[in-house]
């Protein structure tokens, strides 16, 4: 009984080194996992700080009263002119939407419409 005593606790001290391998192991990914949580953290934070400024920002630049002071200044340029009764349209004035319409045609439609809008835009530079 003493050899297989010997053996026996040559196997347990064996568990018991890798049991403490197998923990720290664990624990060093345990420290890297909750180090990244707090980098990603840490970033969310910031990302959300400079959501805040945009927001911030996007108030100050889209007041009426600097819209205004803007297109006075820059009048001449933009060619602005105030809206009248004829541009303003109902839901009725716009065309529905063909009900037979193969893909290909209303990319070539859609290929159509930017092209003229293009044009447009060239012709009034």
């Known amino acids: 009984m003493g050899r297989i005593g010997r053996i026996f606790n040559g196997l347990l001290l064996l568990a018991m ?4 391998g197998i923990t720290y192991d664990m624990k060093h990914h345990a420290e890297e996992a909750a180090n990244k949580i707090v980098r990603l953290q840490a970033g969310i934070a910031a990302e959300k700080d400079k959501i805040s400024v945009l927001r911030a920002e996007w108030s100050v630049l889209a007041q ?3 819209l205004q002071s803007v297109v006075t200044r820059y009048a001449d340029h933009f060619d602005l002119q105030p809206f009248s ?3 303003i349209a109902s839901i009725s004035d716009i065309p ?3 009900v037979d319409a193969k893909p290909t045609d209303m990319r070539k439609a859609l290929a159509q419409a930017e092209l003229t809008n293009f044009i447009r835009q060239s012709e009034k530079q």
């Open 64 to 66: 009426p009263s600097r």
């Open 17 to 20: 080194v890798v049991g403490a």
């Open 96 to 98: 529905e939407k063909p």
């Open 85 to 87: 009764a004829d541009q």
